[in-house]
C-alpha cells in the first residue's frame, strides 16, 4: 500500500528500511496472515460459516499486522535512528506507529488478498523457474548487506 501511495502520490514518502525494491516487513506479515489461516481453518473439523469465516480472518490479521506493525517500527527506530511512519494525524491512533484504522485497512486488505489475489498469484507462482527464484533472493541478501553497511 504505502509503495503505491508513494509511486502516485506522496513521491517523498519513506516506505522502507532496504535499499533496493523490497517489502520484507509486508512479506512476513502476508506469510503469517496465510500460514494462520492454513492453520486455523485447513485444520479444523468444523464447518464455519462464511460471515464468521472473514470476521475471525479481519480480527486475526488486524490484531497480529498491528503487532507487527509496531514492532518494526520500534526496531528501526532502535537500529536506524529513523521513523518510518508515524501516525499521530489519525484520530483513533496509539502512539505514532499504529491507529486504530490503518489497523482495519490491514484486515480489509488482508481479505481482499485471501480472497482475490492470492489465488491469481498461486498459479503465477508455480510458472517461476527455480533459478529466477534464487537470483532474486541472492539480490535481496546483497541489498540487506549494504543497507546494514
Do not use: C, Q
Not at 506469510?31 to 486455523?40: D, E, G, H, K
Not at 506493525?69 to 536506524?80: A, N, Q, R, T, V
Amino acid at each position: 500500500m504505502e509503495t503505491t501511495l508513494k509511486t502516485f502520490f506522496f513521491s517523498s514518502m519513506n516506505n522502507g528500511i532496504l535499499m533496493g525494491p523490497w517489502i520484507p516487513v509486508y512479506g512476513f506479515g502476508v506469510a503469517i496472515i496465510v500460514f494462520i489461516t492454513r492453520y486455523v481453518f485447513h485444520h479444523s473439523n468444523r464447518k464455519v460459516p462464511r460471515w464468521l469465516k472473514l470476521f475471525i480472518i479481519f480480527m486475526t490479521v488486524f490484531v497480529i499486522l498491528t503487532v507487527l506493525e509496531l514492532i518494526g517500527g520500534i526496531i528501526i527506530e532502535k537500529l536506524f535512528h529513523k521513523v518510518f511512519w508515524d501516525y499521530t494525524n489519525f484520530k483513533f491512533h496509539f502512539g505514532h506507529y499504529i491507529s486504530l484504522e490503518m489497523s482495519a485497512l490491514w484486515g480489509v486488505l488482508s481479505i481482499f488478498f485471501l480472497y482475490l489475489v492470492k489465488p491469481w498469484m498461486d498459479k503465477i507462482i508455480k510458472k517461476i523457474p527455480k533459478w529466477l527464484t534464487i537470483f532474486v533472493f541472492l539480490a535481496f541478501l546483497v541489498d540487506v548487506f549494504i543497507t546494514f553497511l
